[in-house]
C-alpha cells in the first residue's frame, strides 16, 4: 500500500504562488508514476501534471508554463510549485501515485490518493 499526505495548500491573491508537497510511504516515488489532480465544487476531477518514475513530465494545458512538478527521490516526497496563480486555479489538490511507467492526467489510472489540500486564489 502507498500512503500519500498532501501539504502547502493555502489562500493567496491572484498572480502569487504556492508550493504544494506530497509526502510518500509504502512504497518509494522512483518507482512510481506520481501526479497532481485538483477538483473544484461542481467540477470533475481535473489533470495538472504527472512525472514519470524516469523523470518524464506532462501538464495539462491550462498550467504550463506556470506550475512545475518535481520529486525528490531521497526524501521520497512529490512537489507542485504554483506560480503566477489564478482565480481558476483554487481547488482542492491531491497527489495520486500507481505502480507503472507510463502515466497519463486521468484520475481513473491512479490507485493511490491523499487527502486533499486546499488552495484558495483571490482576485
Known amino acids: 500500500e502507498v500512503h500519500l499526505v498532501e501539504s502547502g495548500g493555502g489562500s493567496v491573491q491572484t498572480g502569487g504562488s504556492l508550493r504544494l508537497s506530497c509526502a510518500a510511504s509504502g512504497s518509494t516515488v522512483s518507482r512510481l508514476c506520481m501526479g497532481w489532480f485538483r477538483q473544484s465544487p461542481g467540477k470533475e476531477r481535473e489533470g495538472v501534471a504527472y512525472i514519470m518514475s524516469d523523470g518524464t513530465t506532462d501538464y495539462a494545458i491550462s498550467v504550463k508554463g506556470r506550475f512545475a512538478i518535481s520529486k525528490d527521490n531521497a526524501k521520497n516526497t512529490l512537489y507542485l510549485q504554483m506560480n503566477t496563480l489564478k482565480p481558476e486555479d483554487a481547488a482542492m489538490y491531491y497527489c495520486?501515485?500507481?505502480?507503472?511507467?507510463?502515466?497519463?492526467?486521468?484520475?481513473?489510472?491512479?490507485?493511490?490518493w491523499g487527502q486533499g489540500t486546499q488552495v484558495t486564489v483571490s482576485s
Open positions: 495520486a501515485a500507481d505502480p507503472r511507467w507510463w502515466c497519463a492526467l486521468i484520475s481513473s489510472t491512479y490507485n493511490y
